[in-house]
């Protein structure tokens, strides 16, 4: 994403935009704007919750993302445009709906090293000793945009600009999990070891998807993160309290 | 669940061969991918054939089929591409409920028609539900038997059949209702989401061209070889959320086909989505055959599915899901 996509919902259009077009025959996507925008973002969400409160019977999947949420329905119990019908008479989410409250995480990490193979380079890109991109990568919390890609991996944003170096031209056939990594204004956290083309600055203890158990998941859409240096011994410590569960 | 002795023993895992039932739904939101059969209306049959719900997990066999010694009586059902099964030399029928006895050996020859096979076994295979579904996803390696293909010398159990097992055989698909699977189909599309993406001349491209289906097409999604869809260089988009049989185009204009295990998410815009009642005609694409899209409206596609789903609930009808398998 190009850092012009993370401007504040400006104008009104963006802000009060509500769109509601069909994603096949038996899915509705319905779009909150066109932008990566925490305010646009909170919306979404808001609808998401709303939409799951209905509790309505004949839905297979109610998805927000960065602007837009889809409702996956099935087809034999729900005529499309009676589904569309309502959720155009659903409440909206106003503008002043915004700001998270989801939970806040405290997420340690490991950077640099064999554990942040890019750190280097993103501080290169940056123009700034590898302590002071570390610094300006914590310097603030960030955003659970949505989750996608792999089970439970987050797109948190947005990144201090000057960190917004691309993703790599040749993405890594394996990433290890708990690996934290940015592209552009976003970063976020391998959950589990999967191919990856974000740049590699560090790595959790801290096991943010389990694929069995009650919580699978640690983070939802809307919560914030907050990223904590440690050093090894406090990793290897936190590693041994932590198994990831490969299997 | 109690563990019975092994009831299939892999002897050759085939080319790509899973556990699937209907998809993990509800988890999209976590970016889990919702997996489950590539062609749903063969495993439904499938498991209806046996008596099984809908949902009961079954094996999805790829191209070259496993071969499985069944280790007890059992009856089981195959559908979808003819990949020449035979049990015990003699070569099997599709689309009907068979009893295999035990000892038997289930193998399989080159492929006729189709490339996805079901293989329905009544009581449903036993693996642990995950999420919600028994569905194999083999990038994340979620779910299934294992959360991968099967190989050589794993073995499988399953659950308990609904019914003593003896009057199930003989059931079978009315000849009307068996698919006619070709290598050239059309496959009718609604507009996407992002239609508006793509200049008026794109959209009539789609609609006339034929595109090849491309080596570089698997569960996740088939790369589509043919004119290429122009976007409008103004429009920027934001990832946003897949589904099955969106038409995504990436930015060299050669079109994706999103299929069972995409991801959850995906930054391309979507053009167009093919309708859920031609989806069964995709699933038995392989690399090389040639499809066409023909425009649709919601309404059409709605009738066309219910129609289906309507005639198969008359010759098979549904089990109740609470019968077995927990």
């Known amino acids: ?247 | 669940m109690n563990r019975e002795p092994p009831h299939i023993i892999v002897v050759k895992g085939g080319w790509l061969t899973t556990v699937q039932d209907l998809g993990r739904y509800g988890y999209q939101q976590y970016g889990v991918p919702v997996a489950g059969a590539m062609d749903s209306f063969s495993a439904i049959v499938a498991n209806r054939l046996v008596e099984n719900p809908d949902q009961a997990a079954l094996l999805e066999l790829t191209l070259k089929g496993p071969e499985l010694q069944f280790e007890q009586e059992s009856v089981i059902a195959i559908t979808g591409a003819d990949l020449s099964p035979t049990i015990n030399g003699s070569s099997l029928p599709l689309w009907q409920s068979i009893l295999v006895p035990h000892g038997s050996r289930l193998s399989f020859g080159s492929p006729r028609v189709g490339v996805r096979s079901y293989l329905a076994i009544a009581g449903g295979i036993d693996v642990p539900l995950v999420l919600g579904s028994r569905s194999t996803h083999c990038a994340s390696e979620m779910g299934g038997f294992r959360g991968r293909p099967l190989k050589q010398a794993d073995s499988l159990c399953t659950g308990k059949p609904v019914q003593s097992i003896k009057r199930l055989p003989g059931k079978r698909l009315p000849d009307h209702l068996v698919p006619r699977y070709n290598r050239t189909p059309i496959l009718r599309i609604i507009p996407g989401p992002q239609q508006h993406f793509f200049s008026d001349t794109s959209l009539a491209t789609l609609a006339r061209a034929t595109y090849t289906v491309s080596p570089q097409s698997d569960r996740m999604g088939y790369r589509l070889i043919g004119p290429t869809i122009v976007r409008k260089e103004s429009m920027r988009f934001i990832s946003d959320c897949t589904t099955m049989g969106a038409l995504q185009v990436p930015p060299d204009g050669q079109p994706i086909l999103l299929m069972a295990d995409r991801q959850t998410t995906g930054g391309y815009p979507k053009i167009a989505v093919v309708i859920s009642a031609d989806l069964f005609l995709a699933a038995q694409l392989a690399p090389g055959d040639t499809v066409t899209f023909a425009p649709c409206t919601i309404a059409q596609a709605q009738t066309v599915l219910r129609k289906h789903r309507a005639q198969l609930d008359t010759a098979l009808p549904p089990q109740e899901s609470s019968l077995l398998l927990r």
């Open chain 1, 1 to 247: 994403m190009s850092p012009s996509n993370q401007a504040r919902g400006r104008g009104r259009t963006s802000k009060g935009m509500f769109r509601i077009v069909p994603l096949g025959d038996s899915a509705i996507t319905i779009e909150f704007g066109n932008e990566i925008d925490p305010l646009i973002n909170a919306r979404t969400i808001s609808f998401a919750k709303m939409v799951v409160d209905q509790g309505w019977s004949g839905i297979l999947g109610i998805v927000p993302t960065y602007r837009s949420v889809t409702v996956f329905f099935d087809p034999f119990q729900w005529n499309l445009s009676v589904l569309a019908k309502k959720l155009r008479g659903l409440p909206r989410p106003g503008p002043k709906e915004s700001e998270s409250n989801g939970t806040v995480h405290e997420i340690p990490v490991l950077y640099g090293s064999e554990w942040g193979p890019d750190l280097e380079e993103v501080a290169a890109f940056a123009g700034l000793r590898p302590a002071d991109a570390i610094e300006l990568h914590i310097s603030m919390p960030y955003r659970v945009y949505m989750l996608g890609f792999s089970p439970g991996f987050p797109y948190l944003g947005p990144i201090p600009e000057r960190l917004a170096m691309p993703r790599r031209s040749t993405p890594r056939t394996k990433v290890p999990a708990g690996s934290v990594g940015l592209a552009d204004r976003q970063t976020g956290i391998y959950p589990s070891a999967t191919p990856g083309g974000w740049q590699l600055i560090g790595r959790t203890p801290i096991v943010i998807y389990r694929k069995t158990g009650a919580t699978p998941f640690l983070l939802k859409p809307g919560d914030l993160v907050r990223f904590k240096p440690i050093d090894r011994k406090e990793f290897d410590r936190l590693s041994s309290e932590t198994q990831h569960d490969d299997y």
